[in-house]
């Protein structure tokens, strides 16, 4: 049996058959799925999906969406940008595609925050059209089955594998196929202890008969993370309200509700005051914590500062508003904001 014979064989036994976006697996489910799992796990990524689809069935309730509302449903899956091109790419395709998501893996690629991999992916499980895929377990499978060496980052060693792929692909059940490939890397051919002794591929896999297979690929090459350090202005009226302020839509947390933020607090008062007509009456440093992006890692330090309830009195163009925790929480907050908030909450009780 040859490679895409054995891996069918084996989904047939133990292949995942019952994830939500399988079940009717339209272009729109199958795009939204394979972006939700973009750098997130499946378990993680199921209750988000069953939400998502709930509040927005189809991609016209989608594109009509507000990005605010979008990115609230987004709230802890991070990588925000995912949700901002999500919506983005719902409304050019309402606008330039009759509200049908392209049958063309090109047009796909032209739209905001889709790769070859995803565009792929809705080509061959949504269309049963022959179109490899290269999420991270498939170039897993791949170099180790291959035994390619260097790091999958590398556009060398990336084209490598591309080119494995597409050679690899079978003229029929293409979205079995595709499919068997991204669940074999999941449960079969993990990152750090690969079971296989339970492959199909364990006869011609190249780094399993000749090697190590951990050893491929190579990982990515270590930089050294930096760290940057900012303090939460925590504001809060005598009522319990606190205030938000909409971060720019580019950037960490796009769009996304976040506490005003200062490098130092020597001139708190003065800022508070300048931006957003506070007068402060006290201000109390809470435990500092560290929160982990993908190129940086970020020292928080809030701190809860008390202001006279008479100053509740923002300009409306700056997008700082105050806000009951309880209408806060419903917002488009980072992690790290919601489980600030439910921790006042808790402190509240
Ligand atoms: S034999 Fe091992 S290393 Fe090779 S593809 Fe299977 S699980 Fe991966």
Sequence with gaps: MNFSSQLLAWFDLHGRKDLPWQQSPSPYHVWLSEIMLQQTQVSTVIPYYQRFIQCYPNLTSLANASIDDVLAQWTGLGYYARAR???????????????????????????????????????????????????????????????????????????????????????????HYIQAQMDLGATVCTRSKPKCEFCPLQADCQAFQHDIPQNYPDPKPKKIIPLRKTNWLVMQLSDGKILLEQRPNSGIWGGLWSFPELDSL??????????????????????????????????????????????????ENNSASWYKISDALQLGLPAPVKTFLQSLVKLRE
């Design 85 to 175: 091109n999500l919506h983005k790419a719902a409304n050019v395709i309402v606008e330039q595609h009759n509200g049908e998501m392209p049958n063309d893996l090109n047009e796909l690629i032209a739209l905001p925050g889709i790769g070859r991999s995803t565009a792929g992916a809705i080509m061959a499980l949504a269309h049963h059209q022959p179109f490899a895929i290269l999420d991270g377990n498939v170039k897993r499978v791949l170099a180790r089955y291959n035994r390619v060496s260097g790091w999958p980052g590398k556009k060398q060693v990336e084209n490598q594998l591309w080119k494995i792929a597409e050679k690899l692909l079978p003229t029929e059940r293409i979205a």
């Design 266 to 315: 020597e001139k708190v008062a003065e800022y508070c005051s300048h931006n957003f007509q506070t007068n402060i009456t006290d201000i109390t440093a809470t435990p500092s914590f560290k929160h982990i992006f993908s190129h940086f890692k970020l020292d928080i330090s809030p701190h809860i500062i008390t202001v006279h309830q008479s100053s509740n009195n923002i300009s």
